[in-house]
């Protein structure tokens, strides 16, 4: 049966106020229990300056990542915000097939939907909320102010957010809808 419903459309930004802006970068222990920064061909949105690598590839803002060839395991923290922002990129992810994305859990909007229910191999909902990072690499004194998740996409990558050891639930997604 169907319910109707009114659908959030977006993945939304972070909550805090004090957080204006879409710029944050991973703590570094999250990429160093997912195999590491060398684990990742690419990173297609990475900060210009970046205290430490998440991939051995970066695309930044002035490359323009949407419009560059992706290739290889794929790390991606996409710019926070709305689903005009965050949509695209994991459009691109999910038609990509290989490599891991940390977003929101934002489990009930129509972009989630379409791009983590209907089309990922692999869940890993974090415990607690994440503390990303500025720029510089200082940590941010507020939490993200909304729970987080990491997403497999593609066999490798579930398999690694099974045994990465990171505190959380993982949920392996078992046939698309």
């Not at 300056?49 to 290739?71: M, S, V």
């Not at 709305?82 to 691109?92: A, E, K, N």
């Amino acid at each position: 049966m169907k319910m109707e419903r009114q659908g959030r459309l977006g993945i939304g930004g972070h909550h805090s106020p004090i957080m204006l802006k879409d710029e944050w970068l991973t703590p570094p222990e999250i990429i160093a229990a997912l195999g590491g920064a060398l684990s990742f061909d690419l990173d297609p949105c990475a900060p210009i300056d970046r205290p430490w690598d998440f991939a051995k590839e970066h695309y930044t803002i002035l490359d323009n990542g949407l419009l560059k060839r992706w290739h290889g395991r794929v790390w991606l923290n996409p710019p926070y915000g709305g689903p005009v922002i965050v949509g695209p990129w994991l459009r691109r992810m999910a038609a990509h097939g290989c490599g891991t994305a940390l977003i929101f859990a934002r489990t009930e909007t129509d972009l989630f939907f379409e791009t983590v229910w209907n089309q990922a191999t692999a869940l890993l909902f974090l415990h607690g909320r994440l503390f990303f990072h500025h720029a510089d690499g200082t940590r941010a004194n507020n939490n993200s102010g909304a729970p987080s998740v990491l997403i497999a996409y593609g066999a490798r990558d579930a398999e690694v957010l099974r045994t990465c050891g990171l505190d959380g639930r993982f949920i392996e997604l078992t046939e698309a809808a």
